[in-house]
Each structure stands twice: as structure tokens, then as C-alpha cells.
Nanobody
């Protein structure tokens, strides 16, 4: 069974940085694709970034491109989301998600099989 655990959220001022981590444990079938999503209050869960198992292919939603960086350390079973130049509109609960046999980058909630519990990011103005 795949288990995902996010960490690294918190309260930060606008312009600041945070690094989120997502550790997967259990029996994970490789290769797999990992994604980050977020849900702001009153809004739907939205795609933020994704990375293939190889780590060489990534994608971002336009609103975070150039500010956020997704990366992975397969030896540690961990995917990171480095968030710089944070804005109040980045405030949301952030979730990591995983899809086994992931041969491409996935962008929608329905394409992912496993989810973490989320970590809250709050950016003050």
C-alpha cells in the first residue's frame, strides 16, 4: 500500500520561501509520476506541478512557473516543491499525489491514484 506524507508548510510573508516535502512509503511500483496540487478555501483542487520518475521531465501551472521548482530524490523516496517569491494567492492546502506506472506527466486530479493528507501554506501580505 502506498502512503504519502507531506511536510514543510507554514506561515510566511509575501516574497518569502518554503520547501515542501513528500515522502512515499510502502510498496510503490516504479516508475511513477508525482504531482503537487493545492486547494484554496472555496476553490477546487488545482494542479501545481508534476515530475516524472526520471526527474528530467517536469511541468508547472502558469501561475507558479518561474517561482516554484519540483524535484525528487529517489534514494530518499522524496519529492520536493521549492516555493519562492510566495504571494498571498498561493495560500492553500498543498497535496502530493502519485500515479504508478507513470510514463508521462499528469495534470488532473482523476489521473492520480494516491494522495497525502496535505500541508497548509499561508502567505501573509
Amino acid at each position: 500500500q502506498v502512503r504519502l506524507a507531506e511536510s514543510g508548510g507554514g506561515l510566511v510573508q509575501a516574497g518569502g520561501s518554503l520547501r515542501l516535502s513528500c515522502v512515499d512509503s510502502g510498496r510503490t511500483v516504479r516508475p511513477y509520476t508525482t504531482g503537487w496540487f493545492r486547494r484554496a478555501p472555496g476553490k477546487e483542487r488545482e494542479f501545481v506541478a508534476a515530475i516524472k520518475w526520471s526527474g528530467t521531465d517536469t511541468d508547472y501551472t502558469d501561475s507558479v512557473r518561474g517561482r516554484f521548482t519540483i524535484s525528487r530524490d529517489n534514494a530518499k523516496n522524496t519529492v520536493y516543491l521549492q516555493m519562492n517569491s510566495l504571494k498571498p494567492e498561493d495560500t492553500a492546502a498543498y497535496y502530493c499525489a502519485l500515479r504508478e506506472y507513470g510514463g508521462t506527466l499528469y495534470h488532473t486530479v482523476d489521473e492520480y491514484e494516491y494522495w497525502g493528507q496535505g500541508t497548509q501554506v499561508t502567505v501573509s501580505s
